[in-house]
């Protein structure tokens, strides 16, 4: 990353604390692979790939986690922008509209701001990527048997963050030169959950366009 990007991307810009992996696990080591992978300039195609050997829960919980540092860096670097002047209701344009539920505040689909939307989805992503009980990091404690249906409503909802910065706020990310990034981003995200069947492609449908950047 470029000196300008990084001075883009710091970390007093970043919308919630990193997740980290701890040093000498399988899933560090895992983690340090499929970075070693991005930064050697491997075709995102290929790069998603699950390694030979390597366990699929492992490869899901290490790209969810990473995922959801990198995505709440690039909402960071706009969310002053994004205010519920600006985004009255979370959606990706006129044609998708995004509803929260949680279960617990709001049992049924609600129309909120995109910014309050936005806090409620990184509060719920960081409590599933920190329940013990749903991304053991203890070496021989087995993942829940739902675990990848978890891992596929989060990402599900990553994506959504994904449509409202390209579709309402990707003027600022140009303005700030961010824009090959957060490309480079978007793109390592869909081979990753297309290649892992991860999302249902119905879901990928509002940034198809943005592919072709």
Not at 64 to 91: A, H, K, Q, W
Request: with cysteine; glycine share 4%; charged share 25%.
């Amino acid at each position: 990353m470029s000196i300008a990007l990084k001075q883009v991307f710091n970390k007093d810009k970043t919308f919630r604390p990193k997740r980290k992996f701890e040093p000498g696990t399988q899933r560090f080591e895992l983690h340090k692979r499929a970075q070693a992978s991005l930064n050697s300039g491997v075709d995102l195609k290929a790069a998603v790939q699950l390694p030979s050997g390597e366990d699929q829960n492992d490869w899901v919980a290490v790209h969810v986690v990473d995922f959801f540092n990198r995505i709440n860096l690039i909402y960071g670097t706009i969310c002053e922008f994004c205010t519920e002047r600006t985004c009255p209701v979370m959606s990706g344009g006129p044609k998708y509209e995004y509803r929260w539920q949680d279960d617990l505040k709001y049992k049924k689909p609600t129309a909120l701001p995109a910014p309050q939307y936005m806090n409620l989805l990184m509060d719920w992503i960081e409590v599933q990527i920190n329940n013990e009980d749903i991304f053991p990091t203890c070496v021989g404690v087995p993942f829940p048997r739902n675990f990848l249906q978890i891992c596929k409503k989060i990402l599900c909802r990553l994506f959504r963050v994904f449509v409202h910065v390209y579709i309402h706020h990707f003027d600022r990310v140009i303005v700030m030169g961010a824009e090959a990034h957060v490309n480079t981003c978007y793109k390592h995200f869909y081979y990753f959950v297309t290649e892992m069947n991860l999302i249902d492609r119905k879901e990928l449908e509002p940034l198809k366009a943005f592919l072709c950047h």
